[in-house]
């Protein structure tokens, strides 16, 4: 296992880390400290959560991941050993209802931070949390399912990132948050932040988590300059592409026929079937798969050995549903994809850029 710095916060995060958003919810307690405990053996020190976890999101389970990520690591005596990083949910977190997070009024400023701080500090059993990154701008932003950029006007009430940066700034300085980070922003929001820090002479955003893989290579288009330019680390979710690049949808069938697979995130899920199994895409993992077929690899060892060579990369998030899954991505470690390979998968990328 690689590890490296952290933009310039001072923590060192391993290459590989794991995302633990199922733990509590799909991924029962037991399976959950098997996962921990493998990768933890296998060198990952980067524990990534939010006080939203588990997905599916609800009342009934909201801060279990928390809860199961802060008990192993107390468990097994390793909370100085490892990052472990949260996040904060503001408005934008729109996946599904959850007034049951702070209400109506659940917003990036500083009561809110501050609540939401402490309540994940008493879950997670810890006085400090490492990283502790802004879930979604609160602003609109287009991502997802805002594909194209188009002027919105401002919500009531909408926080300023100014004062999101006071706020978190507080925090650091109570000595209840180590680092800052960001997920799911722009250019603009980015260079923003670090703008404002810059000119506050609060602490400098240290990384941003948005998605990375074969299939999302947005990153690349602007803020793979600022991140390597301003010290920003990327920690890419999603790098097997909600599981399409392990190949189970059928990669090798040329785009046709793809169909859900039961029990799978794509099960039951329209939205998912037309976003991650379009004929586009699925002509795209058909070559990436050919690409790994010839020069004997697994697609999905692959897609996380390319998504972790990336200059701008700090961490390849690792999620899996079950241990026997995570046991396979996990074989990824010390795979080091040569040139041609790499030459191989950018010329399917321009020829299928960031298909949909």
């Not at 994940?120 to 990283?131: A, E, H, N, Q, Y």
Request: glycine letters at 10%; hydrophobic letters at 40%.
């Amino acid at each position: 296992m690689q590890y490296r710095k952290l933009g310039h916060s001072g923590l060192e995060v391993s290459m590989y880390g794991l995302g633990v958003m199922t733990f509590g919810g799909q991924t029962g307690e037991a399976d959950a400290f098997r996962q921990m405990d493998m990768a933890f053996e296998a060198g990952v020190t980067l524990f990534d959560t939010a006080e939203n976890y588990p997905t599916p999101t609800g009342p009934e389970t909201q801060g279990r991941s928390e809860e199961l990520l802060g008990k192993w690591a107390k468990s097994r005596g390793a909370r100085d050993k490892v990052v472990v990083a949260t996040k904060v949910a503001g408005p934008g977190n729109a996946a599904g209802d959850m007034t049951h997070i702070r209400g109506e009024n659940r917003h990036l400023d500083r009561t809110n931070i501050a609540e939401a701080v402490d309540a994940s500090l008493k879950r997670l059993g810890t006085d400090v949390i490492d990283l502790y990154q802004i879930h979604w701008p609160e602003r609109a932003v287009s991502t997802h399912g805002r594909q194209r950029f188009s002027a919105l006007p401002d919500a009531p009430g909408q926080v300023s990132i100014e004062e999101t940066l006071a706020a978190l700034s507080e925090q650091v300085s109570l000595g209840k948050i180590r680092a800052v980070g960001v997920c799911n922003e722009t250019p603009w929001g980015v260079m923003r932040y670090l703008f404002m820090s810059d000119l506050m002479t609060v602490p400098r955003v240290a990384s941003i988590q948005n998605g990375y893989s074969l299939l999302d290579r947005q990153f690349e288009i602007g803020l793979a300059e600022v991140a390597m330019r301003e010290g920003l680390g990327l920690i890419g979710y999603s790098p097997l592409a909600s599981g399409t690049l392990t190949g189970k949808y059928g990669s090798s069938n040329n785009g046709e026929g793809a169909a859900p697979i039961p029990g799978s995130r794509s099960d039951g899920s329209p939205t998912f079937i037309s976003r991650m199994l379009s004929p586009a895409s699925q002509q795209a993992i058909a070559a990436y798969g050919e690409v790994a077929k010839a020069h004997g690899l697994e697609l999905a060892h692959m897609a996380l050995a390319f998504a972790a060579q990336q200059p701008f990369m700090a961490s390849v998030l690792m999620a899996a549903s079950s241990a026997e899954q995570l046991a396979s991505n996990l074989g990824a470690i010390d795979l080091v994809l040569p040139k041609e390979v790499i030459g191989a998968i950018n010329q399917i990328h321009d020829a299928h850029p960031n298909p949909k």
